[in-house]
């Protein structure tokens, strides 16, 4: 009997991914938990282990192939290799006339843009024919449903009438010339997708060109969406973390003998964490096609890492349980994993809010864009020192800017301002972290 090994999900819209590397044959015996390819994705590098020992049966990839969740991969054969010629085991396999996609398997998970994972039918079914079924690629289903696209009146142009991205796009720009008052918001998206091309530069003089990697093209995609579809406002404020900086020295050393990094990251996801308990509007995501915000019950902190292949954003999974300690260590680890493409699906996705600090580098301000389906961002620029008056005189204190930018439709500017000053007063008096 032949067990049949699938892509998994990739990861909070992640919808495809590239098999780089299979590490294993036709014939091979794998146990439980090995790994047997590796496919990269947009933002990681991902291991598909094997669900249950037995013979590899029939590869239905290769590499360099472009794979969706829910592909076939291969097959394993149950059973054990007889001696060590591999020859001599013989391996039946079952073949089906379109191996890539399994038929048996109805469902899939499709990262939900609100709030995590849930579960969508990978075919959906024509009204009035119930004997039939519509093959949708994922992208093409998610872009259906971000500009309100009914994908059950879009005709296919793919492999056995499957949709495709432009196939939904173009259904958008004819039902403007039926419904001018819907196409505004459905072209809206769409349009920019579709970028204007480029002009010939080289009419100018000399250049080059060199080939975005998957991250930075994933980070342009996102971003230009993010741009589109959120109405962006942001506010600033200067914190003084004189008290906070000599605590952080003090206490750095401690952190760091039991392997984590006491940065005032560390501490901003902390922070940050209480604030959202506290407002739980910063917390949430705007369901636009339902017009209800969804209020996400967990409390998940990206922090945006800059790697050699681009910029990543792995999340500290319920900083508001964890001592600073603990956050601070969790920081290092995923930093690490980030850098060498070692962070799973999990960690990339489910954060509710995102950290972005660029102090490091020398800014003395920042602008971050709004990582949808989140409503806000929080920038840390670098600290200086600046005179504050203080009981009568001036006195030499450390300022940190900080912007905080958000989706104007769900967070009105007094709701920016009390989460700032929230923000502030946790930083200013560090005691109150502990309470």
């Not at 009997?1 to 299979?22: A, F, K, Q, R």
């Not at 579960?119 to 024919?129: L, M, Q, S, W, Y």
């Not at 439709?409 to 000053?421: T, Y």
Request: glycine share 8%; charged share 25%; hydrophobic share 40%.
């Amino acid at each position: 009997m032949s067990n049949y090994i699938v892509l998994p999900e990739l990861g909070e819209g992640i919808d495809e991914g590239t098999i780089t590397n299979i590490v294993v044959g036709v014939g091979d015996q794998v146990e439980e938990g090995q790994t047997l390819l590796e496919v990269e994705t947009d933002k990681v590098v991902l291991e598909v282990p094997a669900k249950n020992s037995g013979i590899v049966g029939e590869l239905f990839i290769s590499e360099g192939q472009s794979v969706s969740p829910g592909v076939r991969l291969l097959s394993l054969q149950e059973g054990v290799l007889a001696g060590d010629d591999k020859n001599k085991v013989i391996i039946e396999t079952e073949r089906t006339a379109e191996p890539e996609l399994i038929k048996s398997r109805p469902e899939e998970l499709i990262p939900d843009t609100n709030s995590g994972a849930v579960e969508f039918k990978i075919e959906e079914r024509r009204t009035g024919n119930p004997g039939s079924t519509i093959p949708a690629a994922p992208s093409a289903r998610r872009l259906a449903r971000e500009i309100g696209v009914d994908i059950l009146q879009v005709a296919g142009s793919g492999l056995k009438g499957r949709i495709t991205k432009s196939d939904v796009k173009t259904f958008a720009k004819q039902q403007r010339l039926h419904d001018s008052s819907e196409s505004d918001v459905s072209t809206s998206v769409v349009d920019t997708v579709s970028m204007r091309a480029l002009p010939k530069l080289e009419t100018f003089g000399p250049n080059k060109r060199e080939a975005l990697s998957r991250v930075e093209q994933t980070t342009a995609h996102n971003m230009n969406h993010a741009w589109a579809q959120v109405p962006h406002a942001w506010l600033q404020e200067k914190i003084d973390i004189t008290e906070l900086e000599a605590s952080r020295q003090k206490h750095k050393a401690q952190v760091k003998s039991s392997g984590g990094a006491l940065t005032l990251t560390a501490i901003m996801v902390k922070a940050v964490a209480r604030a959202l308990q506290r407002y739980p509007r910063f917390n949430a995501a705007l369901d636009s096609a339902r017009n209800e915000l969804v209020y996400r019950d967990y409390y998940h902190v990206g922090v945006a890492v800059d790697t050699p292949a681009g910029l990543v954003v792995p999340k500290v999974e319920n900083a508001n349980d964890k001592s600073l300690s603990d956050i601070a260590l969790n920081l290092s680890e995923l930093s690490t994993r980030a850098r060498d493409r070692k962070l799973s699906a999990k960690d990339l996705s489910g954060a509710g809010f995102t950290i972005s600090n660029l102090g490091g580098i020398g800014v003395s301000g920042i602008f971050p864009i709004v990582n949808w389906p989140q409503v806000a961002i929080l920038g840390l620029a670098t600290s200086q020192i600046e005179p504050r008056f203080i009981e009568g005189e001036f006195s030499p204190r450390l300022v940190m800017p900080l912007t905080l930018g958000f989706d104007h439709r769900v967070i009105n500017g007094a709701d920016g301002a009390h989460f700032l000053q929230y923000i502030k007063s946790l930083l200013e008096d560090p005691f109150r972290l502990l309470l």
